[in-house]
């Protein structure tokens, strides 16, 4: 058997060498890789933060008063008219005529309606034609008493030269005397006449509703042919014609609790605003404070004169009191442009307000005054502006910006 030749055999090392060297060269670019591409995500984190909107909330630019440095205390109520009345008839019938509307303003005395009223006309004319008839029968008396007591100086004549009889003479006398009885009990007819009329004439005015004094009608609570029955409650039959109300007594009477009734005082100064006109502020005054005390609500009710009145007030308006320690003066009477202090910054050495415009943010240079309030006095913006609260120390002029959800 031949042994084999093994000389040619042998191992290639330097392949195998060059194999895991290759290995290992891979392996040496994965950790820069990945170094790189972590680099490459945070850059673009940082450039979405730095490049994004930052998210604020702002506040809106008000219109502010200064009599709020000298408010006391504020209340709530109502503006009442002091003298108010509803206006009907003491007469009962149809209501035949009605002279006037809802705001109507009347003088006192004027004729607002009239009832039916022919029958009580009819009974007026009776009553006045029977103190005619008195005052006619008046005058036949006293015709008939002149001509007794002109017989009666004839018969004393005559009789003082006993020309007649004295039974004549005492016939004239007795015709004289009757006479004149007859005269005051004439007088007197015409004067129960007179009454008659007088009590006719009231019977009739009751059909007229006149203003008892001046105002402006209110409501109007009943319409020609309503049967007007005061002081019953027939069916289908009204009360009151309409109502009507003062408006030179209309005070705000507001409830006021009793833990604050020290600040309070007659005579107090006050500042009425009204909701339905939240830009009139008038002034007013304490007019007085009723000695009751509401036990279940715990408050006093206080009314409040208007100083100043306006046409616009009406009953009924829901109003603010602002209770005052000194009267407004007359230079801090209208409202100013104010904001909260914590939106004010300081950029540049100077204050500034950062107005919403759009979706971008305008830095506006102001100067801040005095504290009103919770806020603060400022120029160079106007009231409704929307400015940034709390701006960050790095908002910038013209920077977009997003609001922050509440």
Do not use: C
């Not at 602002?322 to 100013?336: D, G, I, T």
């Not at 442009?337 to 979706?359: C, I, K, S, Y």
């Not at 504290?371 to 940034?388: C, F, H, N």
């Amino acid at each position: 058997m031949t042994n084999p030749d093994i000389s040619r055999l042998k191992i290639e090392r330097e392949a195998s060498t060059g194999g895991t060297t290759g290995k290992r060269a891979g392996r040496r670019w994965v950790k820069p890789a990945l170094i790189v591409l972590a680099m490459v995500a945070l850059g673009l984190v940082a450039a979405r933060v730095l490049g994004g909107k930052p998210a604020v909330e702002t506040v809106t630019v008000a219109l502010a008063y200064p009599a709020q440095n000298y408010t006391l205390l504020n209340a709530t109520g109502y503006a009442v008219a002091q003298r108010k009345a509803a206006i009907s008839s003491k007469a009962t019938g149809r209501l035949e005529w009605l002279g006037v509307l809802e705001g109507s303003h009347v003088k006192q005395g004027e004729l607002i309606a009239r009832l039916e009223n022919r029958d009580v006309s009819a009974a007026l004319a009776q009553a006045q034609a029977n103190v005619k008839l008195a005052q006619a029968n008046l005058e036949q008396g006293q015709a008939e008493l002149q001509d007794a007591a002109n017989a009666l100086r004839r018969a004393a004549e005559l009789r003082a030269k006993n020309f007649i009889a004295a039974a004549t003479y005492d016939s004239a006398e007795a015709r004289h005397n009757k006479a004149k009885a007859a005269i005051s009990g004439m007088r007197a007819a015409i004067a129960a006449a007179r009454a008659n009329a007088q009590v006719a004439q009231v019977a009739l005015d009751q059909t007229l509703i006149r203003a008892p004094f001046d105002g402006v009608i209110l409501t109007k609570n009943a319409n020609v042919g309503d049967n007007i029955t005061p002081f019953s409650s027939a069916v289908d039959s009204k009360g009151a014609v309409v109502t009507l109300a003062d408006m030179d007594t209309l005070e705000v009477e507001a409830d006021v609790s009793e833990s604050n009734l020290a600040k309070i005082r007659i005579d107090q100064p006050a500042e009425i605003q009204l909701d339905a006109f939240p830009e009139l502020r008038l002034a007013g005054v304490v007019s007085r404070m009723v000695p009751t005390l509401d036990r279940s609500k715990a408050t006093l009710l206080v009314k409040v004169r208007f100083v100043e009145r306006d046409a616009r007030v009406l009953p009924d308006m829901s109003a603010k009191v602002a209770f005052l320690s000194q009267p407004v003066p007359a230079n801090e009477r209208k409202p100013v442009t104010a904001v909260q202090p914590a939106a004010l910054a300081t950029r540049d050495a100077r204050q500034v307000l950062f107005v919403l415009d759009g979706g971008q943010v305008r830095q506006s240079p102001v100067t801040a005054g005095r504290k009103i309030g919770e806020l603060v006095e400022v120029s160079g913006v106007k009231p409704g502006d929307k400015v940034v609260l709390n701006p960050a120390p790095g908002l910038r002029d013209g920077q977009a910006v997003s609001l922050a959800k509440k």
